[in-house]
Structures are given as C-alpha cells and as structure tokens.
C-alpha cells in the first residue's frame, strides 16, 4: 500500500493513529483464533495470531492454474523489488501467500515471516467473483499479521498487487473503479496504476457477466500472475452440504469495530469466516454424529436501513460459497415496508447460498402478521427456484415472545426448495433457577409454530451466561433436534 505522493507525512502519521486504535478492536485477518474458556461455556476475547490449518484452506487453493484462462497479467517481482523495494515484493508475496497452506511453513506465532523463505516458495489460488457482484481488493487483502514497512508504510506493495488484480479485469472486460498511483508501477502505464489507502482508496471490480468468474493467482519467487476464468465444471466450487442430520453452527452480529453481537469481534470477512470455523469447530465436538454446515448471520439492515457496507457483504457471501459456507442475512426493517425492504436485499444479494433472516425484535409495530411472514418466505423462494438453485434455502425470524407473530399456527413452514424456521434469540428467564427459566420459556414460544425445524441463539460468544446463569452448551444440549444454533 503506496501513499499519494504529497502528503504523504500526514497521511502516514494518520493511518498509523488509526490503526492503533483499530489495534484494540480488531483481530488479524486470518490468522485470528478464539480460545474457549476453562467453563467451556463461553469463548474468550483473547484474540489469538494463526495461520489456517490445511483443512481450513479451500482445495481450489492448492490446484495448479488451469490453462484456458481468458485473461492474464504479470506483475514482475524482481522488477518491483529494484525500482522500489524488496519490503514491497515481499509484501505482495505474503498478501497472497497468506491465504493458502503455504502460509504455515513460513509464518511463526511470535517471529513472523520468513522472508528468505516466502521468496522461494510458489503458490497458486483463486478468488471467487460471482455474477452481478462487485470485488473489493481492500476486503480481501487489508488487516492481517506479518506485513512490514515498506515505501514508508505498512503494507506498502498493495498498489502494485491492486494494479496486476486491474489490468487481468479490464483484459476480461470487467468494469473497474479506482484512482491511479502516483509514481509508476514496474510494467504498467501510470493512468493503468492503482493507489491503495484502507480507508479511503480501493480497487473495486464488478461482474455485470452473469457469469460466476474466478479471479485465478499464482505467486513464484520472480513474479505474481493474475487470471480471469469463468467458473465451469473443471473448475467447481465446493458443493452446499444439505441439511439432513445436520446442525448449523451458526455466528451473528455486525463485523466492524465497535460492532455488536459475535462477529462485533471482527472487521473483515475473513475474520468473520475465521470465528465462523472456529466456532463450528467447537460445536461440532458435542454435537454427536450430525454433520455441522459452518453458517454466518451478518446484519445487512437495520432499522430499515440498507448497509453501506456492500463490497464487505459481496466478499463475505462469495468467500462463503468458496468454502462451502452459508450466510443468513439478518434483517431489521423498522418502520420500513418489510416486504418491500426484503425486495431490495434479494435483488442485491440474492446468491445460491444466502439464506435470510427477519429480526422481528426490531420492527415498528408488533405483532407481525403471519401471513407477511409467508408471503416474503414465498417471495424468496420462488427466486431461488427461477434461478435453479438445488442447495437447500432457509428463511428465518427471531423471536421470544409469545404475542410477536399473530396466529402463528398458520406459519407455513415448507416450499419447494427450502424450509421455514423460527429462531428463539436468547431472551430468557431470570430470578434463582433463570436457567431452566429459559429452557422453559424456548419450549413455550417455538411450540406456537408447530411441527418443523427450529434455532435458538445464546450470547456466549460475547457475554457468557451474563443474562440469563446457564452455560451455552447446556442451553443447547437441552434441545438436541434443533437445526440452527446462534453463537450471539
């Protein structure tokens, strides 16, 4: 990441101000982990560094790049190195060696990068960009371990990474935003340079193809490669796990600093995709035989407001479908027309494993009609049957009282393609025995609804059994047929 080139001091001075606040709040890129607490009950804050495991990485990333490819461009290393720095080359390797198996034979907890090491080693991966969807180079590349100062600046070398990532994309016809470098790239003219700045200047890449397309990279020690390939059957994403005998592991909240809910605990998408594994990990070793499908609960509306944060959401939901992960989109429509609100995002984010979610806690008026709980439920369905979708689809609502959907006996639970579920959000009992309160009070309001699959939610990944005294893997012990478990 290059700074403009007149002010740069102040600029300089204000990045490192900032990311030493951002320091408290924000855990790595990948390489951040949860330690469970000693009670078991909870996980604690403490934000660890990694580097993802072998399992954790996706298989497309250890695949050799194919050879009918629509696109290339080459990013000369060594050219990179002489006229502006090695620490730049360097932190362009690790910006892209970082998310494969590679990372672990040359990052070490408590020493960091190997460089000698990192520029010997060769690489390849992918990045997904879906059709109708936009990439963002900040999204997938800022807020990690290992970087180091380079060009006065950590990070530094982002520009020269962007500027490869663009000229691949306008070779493939992609439109692109961005601002030029201010100083030349090794190998680019300067109006085909990208200037990188978290915060302020990105790369952004859209696919208007309809078309799912791959961005394809290799790393080597003399240069970076970047490739445009449509995705096709060669080349196949991960399959959507079904949800037969199977439980999702599933996190919630708004991933940036000072956010709330579990992923409060992240800023990026791949953080959240890392709480995201690691809390499935946990489920999954006391959730008996079930297959655990690792899901995120991102809140993409609330109080009837649209998140800005589209190029986050875009990544999230196409990193996801790389790792064969789902997200629930966690909706909160206010005073906002609900089913006009749900148009909206399903014309937005509407992706073959995007499942969605109505907050009911955080609607204007109260109780919700059931019947505009099915006609959106329908509505979302009817979509994913026009697009061909065969992964299962979920629509959900939270709720935990009795009097919040108005005949709730006439729910429809089941469309072709998907189920209803209702979500008890964590809202327990109180006083001596607060806990079995709880269970008591989930029973209660789920059984409203009838026969089907059902969630519940516990606040342990944030606040332990601070509400409500019982330990989340008791509360969840004491329903074993539910589908959905919330890490909240």
Same mark, same amino acid.
């Given at each position: ?6 002010t740069?001091?102040?600029e ?5 101000l ?10 790595p ?14 996980l ?9 495991? &072998?399992?954790? !990485? ?29 620490? &730049?080359a ?9 998310r494969?198996?590679?990372a672990?034979?040359?990052?070490? +907890? ?23 969807f ?5 999204e997938?590349?800022?807020e990690?371990v290992?970087y ?23 070779q493939?016809?992609?439109p ?8 030349? !790239? ?7 340079t ?9 790369l ?10 791959y ?10 490669e970047?490739?445009?390939r449509?995705?096709k059957? &060669?080349m ?7 949800? &037969? ?21 992240t800023?990026?998408?791949d ?35 649209i ?8 990544y999230l ?9 789902y997200?629930?989109l ?8 609900p ?10 984010f ?7 979610d109505?907050d ?18 329908e ?12 992964a ?13 959907? #108005? ?8 469309y ?10 964590g ?19 789920l #059984?409203l ?5 059902y969630?519940i ?16 893997? +008791? ?8 589908l959905?478990?919330v #890490?909240?």
């Amino acid at each position: 990441m290059l700074k403009p080139q007149t002010t740069w001091h102040r600029e300089a001075a204000l990045w490192l101000l900032c990311l030493a606040a951002a320091a408290a709040l924000v855990v790595p890129l990948i390489v951040q982990g949860l330690s469970a607490a000693a009670t078991g009950s909870a996980l604690a804050e403490e934000r660890l560094l990694r580097v993802p495991s &072998e399992r954790e !990485i996706p298989a497309d990333s250890q695949k050799s790049v194919p050879v009918d490819i629509s696109s290339r461009a080459t990013l000369d290393l060594r050219a990179l190195a002489q006229t502006n720095s090695i620490d &730049e080359a360097d932190n362009v390797r690790w910006s892209l060696i970082r998310r494969s198996p590679a990372a672990r034979l040359v990052y070490r +907890e408590g020493d960091g990068v190997d460089w000698v090491a990192l520029r010997g080693v060769s690489q390849s991966g992918t990045i997904l960009l879906p059709a109708g969807f936009t990439w963002s180079f900040n999204e997938t590349f800022k807020e990690g371990v290992g970087y180091k100062e380079a060009g006065g600046i950590i990070a530094g070398g982002h520009c020269a990474l962007a500027t490869v990532f663009r000229a691949a994309a306008t070779q493939a016809g992609l439109p692109t935003e961005s601002r030029p470098h201010a100083t030349p !790239i090794p190998g680019f003219p300067l109006e085909e340079t990208v200037n990188i700045y978290w915060g302020r200047d990105d790369l952004l890449v859209h696919n208007p193809t309809g078309r799912d397309l791959y961005f394809i990279w290799e790393v080597t020690p003399e240069q970076v490669e970047v490739s445009v390939r449509e995705a096709k059957p &060669e080349m196949p994403l991960p399959p959507l796990p079904q949800l &037969e005998n199977s439980t999702v592991a599933m996190v919630y909240g708004r991933g940036e600093p000072g956010g709330w809910g579990s992923l409060g605990l992240t800023s990026t998408a791949d953080q959240a995709l890392d709480l995201a594994r690691t809390y499935a990990t946990r489920v999954d070793k006391w959730n008996g035989e079930k297959q655990i499908i690792t899901a995120l609960n991102p809140n993409a509306a609330m109080a009837g407001q649209i998140s800005k944060r589209d190029a986050y959401l875009y990544y999230l939901i196409a990193e996801a479908r790389r790792q064969g992960y789902y997200v629930m989109l966690d909706v909160q429509t206010g005073a906002r027309d609900p089913e006009e609100l749900f148009g909206k995002l399903m014309d937005k984010f509407l992706y073959e494993n995007v499942w969605l979610d109505w907050d009911l806690e955080h609607t204007a008026s109260e109780p919700i009609p059931v019947k505009q709980i099915n006609r959106i439920a329908e509505a979302y369905f009817a979509r994913r049957l026009e697009r061909g979708y065969s992964a299962p689809g979920i629509f959900a609502f939270y709720v935990f009282k009795a009097d919040q959907v #108005s005949n709730p006996q006439n729910l429809r639970r089941t469309y072709p393609g998907g189920l209803v579920v209702p979500i008890f959000d964590g809202f327990g009992g109180h006083g001596v025995d607060s806990g079995q309160g709880k269970i008591a009070k989930t029973q209660r309001v789920l #059984s409203l609804f009838g026969e089907g699959p059902y969630g519940i939610m516990e606040f342990e990944t944030r606040w332990g059994d601070r509400f409500d005294q019982i330990a989340a893997q +008791e509360y969840f012990s004491a329903f074993p047929d539910a589908l959905i478990i919330v #890490s909240q």
